[in-house]
């Protein structure tokens, strides 16, 4: 199966995202669709890049009480989008009310065990939590599995032992891509994408290296066409 590259679409606004896009004109991507650009554009851009013929993945990483979540869930059902994230560690009820509220569409939910820029050290002294980040990863996925999620976004450095330890069909989508000469910027745990797959990635989600790239296009198909040889 084709492994998709989830293109960031961290932008200010829709017509910046209208102007990055345009070199892509005739490709069908997989945009990511951050809190960002929604709060400013909102549902009407999402629906505008479906029509261009774009799948989508909401990244909106929903994380309240379980009936809020819910409820949130429900709002966004109709958008009948690819892909809608959660956090994990809103807990097991939360991630339950929220797969259930999507029962019935397409959309596959994705829960956020440990973001990319959290390390050991902000894990132990700034969240309080003791426990090693890779067992605290696979302790909210295999929780997702339990709640019927479909797979999480984790780190490409635990998505193998999180398919080992919760099941194969578990989608694992990394971000915290980097090229091999790239800038790391504010990520802490990095891949390349070949590194990514080889270490059990469904797919990869890239911002930066794609999206201030001199050259988008090229950037982005030579990533695309490493990932599926
Ligand atoms: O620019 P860069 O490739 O670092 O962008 C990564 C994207 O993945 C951002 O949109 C960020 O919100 C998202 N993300 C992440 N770590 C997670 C979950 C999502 O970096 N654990």
Sequence with gaps: MTKPTFIACDFKSREEC????????????YLKIG????????REFVEACQSMGHKIFLDLKLHDIPNTVGSALKNLKDL???????HASGGYEMMSQAQLAIEGTKTKLLAVTVLTSIDQEILSNELMNPSPLKEVALG???????????GCICSAFEAQDIKNHVGEDFLCITPGI??????VDDQKRIMTPTQAVAN??????????????????????????????
């Design 80 to 86: 009948n989008v690819d892909y809608i994230t959660i």
């Design 18 to 29: 209208i102007e990055f896009l345009q070199p892509f004109a005739g490709e069908s991507l």
């Design 200 to 229: 059990g990635a469904d797919g990869i989600v890239v911002g930066r290296a794609i999206t201030k790239s001199e050259t988008p296009y090229e950037t982005y198909m030579s990533i695309k066409e490493s990932i599926n040889e």
């Design 35 to 42: 809190m960002e650009l929604f709060y400013r554009e909102g």
């Design 140 to 150: 909210l996925a295999a929780s997702a599995k339990r709640a019927g999620v479909a």
């Design 178 to 183: 980097r090229l091999a000469d790239g800038s």
